[in-house]
Each structure stands twice: as C-alpha cells, then as structure tokens.
Nanobody, 122 residues
Framework: QVELVESGGGLVQPGGSLRLSCAASEIIDSTYWLYWIRQAPGKVREFIGTIAWNGGSIYADSVKGRFTISRDNAKNTVSLQMNSLKPDDTATYYC????????????????WGQGTQVTVSS
C-alpha cells in the first residue's frame, strides 16, 4: 500500500508563489502517472495536471503557464510549483497516483494523499 503525503501548503498573497511536495512511501515506478487535484469548498474536484515517468506533463487550462509539475523518481516525490497565485486557487490540494492516464477530468485514482490547504488572500 503506497502512502502519499503532501506538504508545503499555507497562506500566500495574490501574485505570490508556493511549492507543494508529495512524498511516496514506496517506489512509484515508471508505470504510474502522478496527478495533482484540488477541491475548493462547495466545488467539485478539479484536475490541475499530471506527469508521466519521463517528465511529460499535461495541465488544466486554468493553471497552464502558472503551475509546473515535476517529479524525482529516485526520491519518489512529485512537486507542484505554483506562481502568480490568485484567490481562485484557494483549495485543498491533493496528489494522487495511478497506472492509468484518465485525461483531464478528475478520476478516482488508485492512491491519494491526505491533502494540503492552500489559501490565497491578502
């Protein structure tokens, strides 16, 4: 059973940056896609992006150009660098892992982290 643990959330002013990390308890091998998903209060889950073993990544239009996903396969970690943050980015951010690529709609991925809160406010 793989455990995913996110860290790095917090309060940031609009226009600021934040970097989230997600550490896996076991090796996430090359068959896994790593996802970042977010959910704001009262809203449905939103796909942010995903990254393949080779570093190829796909992003939602809402974050494209502002957010960057990276993974360190040797350290079993995936990161989300968030720049130019907006109040609308306020949400709980989750990392997830699955052997399948499900496109840009959120899915019930096989492994989930517990989430980390990001609040963008002045």
């Amino acid at each position: 059973q793989v455990e995913l643990v996110e860290s790095g959330g917090g309060l940031v002013q609009p226009g600021g940056s934040l970097r989230l990390s997600c550490a896996a308890s076991e090796i996430i091998d090359s068959t896994y896609w790593l996802y970042w998903i977010r959910q704001a209060p009262g809203k449905v889950r939103e796909f942010i992006g995903t990254i393949a073993w080779n570093g190829g990544s796909i992003y939602a239009d809402s974050v494209k150009g502002r957010f960057t996903i990276s993974r360190d396969n040797a350290k079993n970690t995936v990161s989300l660098q968030m720049n130019s943050l907006k109040p609308d980015d306020t949400a709980t951010y989750y990392c997830a892992a699955d052997r399948k690529y499900y496109g840009t709609e959120p899915h019930e991925y096989y492994y989930w982290g517990q989430g980390t809160q990001v609040t963008v406010s002045s």
